[in-house]
């Protein structure tokens, strides 16, 4: 279930820094260090949502950027902080897409990811299932933990492209 990560921000942040050295989240960060979360007091340009399941518990962190003028999401930062693949977790992201596309009725939706990112071949998976496809490689965008350079793929999901299986 989704709720306003403004609610959550204290145990967010904690669930953040957890992940600071744990090497499962080393795609997530670049060289610059670790962050605290900057969660916004208000929804204005950006929406930040914290995975909750029935008991409470959080499950991931979900946020965004958006531009009404423009019509598209971008910057997707999503985090789940479960050790085994999470369902509910899952159709949160899900929620937040079809959100951004029938609630707030925007047009694109556009994202990154590490080419070396293990999760990068469920993301090619999933535009494939729902009507996006993988724009461009970038080379060499930012440099990671280990020192080296990395490539990002561009994806984007259009609504008039929009596929529901």
């Known amino acids: 279930m989704l709720k306003p990560a403004q609610i959550y921000r204290d145990e967010l942040q904690k669930k953040l820094v957890e992940t600071w050295y744990d090497e499962r ?10 962050y605290e979360l900057c969660i916004p ?30 019509s598209y999401a971008k910057w997707f930062g999503i985090m789940c902080f479960e050790d ?30 590490f080419a070396m990112n293990p999760v990068c071949d ?5 535009i494939k299932k729902y009507g996006g496809r993988e724009v461009a490689t970038l080379r060499q965008t930012t440099k990671l933990m280990d020192g080296m350079f990395h490539d990002s793929i561009l994806f984007e999901i259009l609504f008039d492209d929009l596929i529901y299986p």
């Open 84 to 113: 085994s693949y999470c369902y509910e977790f899952i159709a949160d992201v899900i929620r937040v897409i079809d959100d951004i596309f029938y609630k707030f009725n925007l047009n694109r939706i556009e994202f990154q990811c």
């Open 25 to 34: 989240y080393k795609f997530y960060y670049d060289t610059s260090g670790k």
């Open 41 to 70: 007091d208000n929804c204005q340009y950006q929406r930040h949502f914290a995975s909750i399941d029935k008991n409470g518990n959080i499950l991931g962190y979900i946020a965004y950027t958006y531009d009404d003028n423009s």
């Open 122 to 126: 469920a993301y090619r998976r999933f």
